[in-house]
């Protein structure tokens, strides 16, 4: 058989149960029910760090934030990282096509790709324009080089200027109008809201319900655009042959918590939506619960083009197997982290980590899945703290931490000469201040100088 | 202690103040001495708040125009430290032409990206019934700048089906089946019932099903020149689409559409 096309669609801060195929009654996804009725639902990939520019460095380069250096929005990726698209192209002969949003600083996407649409920052203005250029190139290509191509959508992404820190937009008095199709807030809406963002504060129930109906909506313009991008390659002549997965780089607060927006660990925005269809080799209408994490893909690609793994990516684990129903031994946790927390997800419990406060939340995800009563305080679960103790310590003697400042400078430098209206600067300071703690605090877990609770 | 304004809640505050003082509700400007009564229309302009006052109406013709050009103006942030008002920029443009056939109405949409050059045109044939709905249509989108890509697609509406080019299942319509570009037309007849519920098909390429359109109260708008326009305001919601609103002037002629990020101002008729 020759070397799989592989077509990797991904969607911006898509919410991982915003599809109608999950039972979903508040949003109208044709397009992505048809993908979990013709593939495979893989209902538990997590973000390596629920953020555009690190979430997607992941995926690339099959590392984690804290080893390419892209801890947040804007920190350009450490120099030398091997990303999977020159892998592939190198290793295996792939024709890489890229369209849309790209978002890793510091790698340009000319080095691993040609290029035939660029995307702007918001979806409603360029989604449908980037999903007609790749349309385009889809049916004019003829089987040949195998095919690595990506293409980048924003929606639901443009949900962030609705709610943005700098005034937003939104319509919002336009709620009163279709008060009876607003959704409802989430069961855990007033639970905990230790990071309300200020652009939220002084919200009205009905302002979040309403935030929630646009959001919905703006998944469903990012929807029509995934349905025929995947029309297109069925339409393949080499169709047969055509790995096409769809993911989100991170999920959306949605109100789960009180929230909007990414950045933090609880569910709402560290995982994803992620859908593989193979005609023939992937059973249609099939769910894998597999814990997985972004950093997969990129083992799964090279799994898929029968090259070596990345160097480097000791974590990173191919989904292949799962794919086409192989039994193998499976990880038993999944780590997530964005230079404030860690978390260590295994099958039925979540911890989070804090560097001067140990494992401060624990939460038992089978009996209390949207995360409201903290366990970390109890008796009962010393075991499960012990064991994910554990896995941190292994985690961080495993990362090859980043450690060159190289450019650093240079992208403050210019974030504050370009600095957006529509976010407050300051973003890669910050992202520098979470390098410098993740480099003191993992190698102390490592080492085993510091325990599991602190005071 | 009184709980302080959001930054929404002030931006909101601050733009009906302007309305009510360009309109003469408030005596910091001269005021429109034609009245008072029309509500303002604040979430309807709120994505272009800050381009309005650049924006001078088309004025309107004798008979119904034929041809709507439209600027595509893109919603780019706020003016926090300054007015607080959106900032917005033209990014491109959209050409909309009707004509009147024995048998048919036709259409043809011509939609241009300007910051990552596109085009988009789309030919329709519709009935020559009410709402003068979609029959079948001919869409084809080229980049520019020299890039190869470029596609056809099409669409028939026949029954209840509506069969796509790019789709392999069809899509059961029940109620009348319209291009959102339509719409504009469809407004500038002067008798439409309050409410109606379409489909509406997005550039030959996305179905957006059960559309309301809604007449909403009138409004004044703040515009160049410290003038102050009598709109009508429609507005359509649904799946797959931001609340859209169609602001019309007393002529009926529609001069503003807002959704979210993306609104549309007249530029010319024909």
């Not at chain 1, 450019?407 to 430098?413: E, I, P, R, V, Y």
């Not at chain 2, 300054?82 to 056939?101: D, F, H, L, P, Q």
């Not at chain 2, 789309?122 to 520019?144: D, I, M, P, V, W």
């Amino acid at each position: 058989m020759p070397t799989p096309n592989i077509v990797f669609v991904h969607v911006d801060q898509m919410h991982h149960r915003a599809i109608s195929a999950l039972g979903n009654k508040h949003v109208k996804t044709p397009g992505f029910d048809t993908l979990m009725r013709e593939g495979m639902h893989l209902s538990r990939v997590h973000a390596s760090n629920p953020v555009c520019c690190p979430a997607r460095s992941s995926w690339w380069t099959g590392r984690m934030s804290c080893e390419h250096r892209v801890i947040v929005n804007g920190v350009p990726m450490e120099h030398g990282m091997e990303d999977v698209a020159t892998w592939l192209r190198s290793k295996a002969g792939y024709e890489n096509i890229y369209a849309g949003k790209w978002h890793v600083p510091g790698r340009s996407v000319d080095r691993c790709f040609k290029v035939i649409r660029r995307g702007s920052g918001q979806g409603e203005y360029t989604d449908a324009v980037v999903t007609d250029t790749a349309v385009a190139y889809l049916r004019r290509r003829k089987p040949g080089k195998p095919l690595l191509m990506s293409v980048g959508l924003l929606n639901p992404q443009d949900c962030c200027y609705n709610a943005g820190a700098l005034g937003g937009i939104g319509k919002y008095g336009y709620a009163a109008s279709i008060r009876q199709e607003l959704p409802p807030l989430p069961e855990n809406f007033k639970v905990e809201q230790r990071q309300r963002r200020p652009s939220v504060e002084g919200w009205s129930d009905r302002d979040w319900q309403y935030y929630r109906y646009c959001y919905f909506r703006q998944v469903e313009m990012v929807d029509a655009q995934v349905a025929r991008l995947y029309e297109a390659v069925r339409k393949m002549p080499d169709a047969d042959n055509t790995l096409f997965l769809f993911a989100s780089d991170h999920g959306d607060g949605l109100g789960y918590h009180g929230h909007t927006g990414k950045g933090y660990l609880e569910d709402e925005a560290l995982r994803v939506p992620a859908i593989a269809v193979w005609p023939g080799r992937i059973k249609a209408g099939s769910k894998s619960d597999v814990l997985a994490s972004q950093i997969d893909f990129a083992a799964t690609f090279c799994d898929l083009a029968g090259v070596p793994q990345l160097p480097n990516t000791p974590i990173a684990r191919s989904l292949l197997p799962a794919l086409i129903d192989q039994k193998q031994e499976w990880r038993d946790h999944v780590v997530a982290e964005n230079g404030i927390e860690v978390v260590i997800r295994d099958d039925r419990h979540k911890s989070y980590f804090d560097e001067k406060k140990g494992l401060h939340r624990l939460f038992d995800m089978q009996d209390d899945p949207l995360e409201t009563r903290n366990l970390a305080t109890g008796i009962d679960p010393a075991a499960v703290k012990e064991r994910h103790w554990g896995w941190f310590r292994k985690y961080a003697g495993t990362v090859q931490l980043s450690k060159s400042d190289d450019g650093l400078k240079a992208a403050m430098n210019r974030e504050h000469r370009g600095r957006m209206s529509t976010r407050p600067a300051g973003k890669i300071r910050k992202g520098v201040e979470r390098l410098e703690r993740v480099r003191r605090w993992y190698p102390k877990v490592a080492a085993g100088e510091i325990g599991v609770e602190r005071d | 202690m009184i709980d302080p304004l959001t930054r929404r809640e002030f931006i909101a505050l601050s733009a009906q103040a302007v309305s009510l003082c360009a309109a003469g509700h408030l005596p910091l400007l001269a005021a429109d001495a034609s009245g008072t009564g029309a509500p303002l229309a604040t979430d309807a302009v709120e994505p272009i708040d800050g381009y309005l006052s650049s924006f001078r109406p088309v004025k309107p013709q004798a008979k119904l125009p034929n041809t709507l050009e439209y600027a595509m103006v893109m919603w780019q942030g706020r003016d926090v430290k300054g007015t607080g008002k959106t900032r917005n920029g033209i990014r491109g443009s959209a050409r909309v032409r009707r004509a009147e056939r024995a048998d048919a109405v036709e259409y043809e949409v011509r939609l241009r990206h300007s910051a990552e050059p596109a085009e988009r045109v789309t030919k329709y044939e519709c009935s020559r019934n009410e709402l003068g709905t979609l029959k079948a249509f001919r869409s084809y989108h080229r980049s520019q700048k020299g890039l190869k890509e470029r596609s056809t697609d099409t669409g028939q509406f026949t029954g209840k089906q509506l069969r796509l080019s790019g789709t392999s299942r069809p899509w059961t319509i029940e109620e009348p089946l319209l291009d959102a570009w339509f719409i504009p037309f469809l407004l500038m007849r002067k008798q439409l019932p309050n409410a109606i519920r379409v489909t509406c098909v997005s550039e030959g390429t996305a179905v957006l099903l059960h559309q309301w359109i809604n007449k909403r109260s009138g409004a004044k708008i703040p515009i160049a020149d410290g003038e102050v326009l009598p709109m009508q305001v429609w507005s359509r919601h649904g799946p797959g689409t931001l609340p859209v609103h169609y602001l019309l002037d007393e002529s009926g002629l529609p001069q503003l559409m807002t959704a979210g990020i993306m609104s549309w101002a007249l530029k010319s008729v024909g």
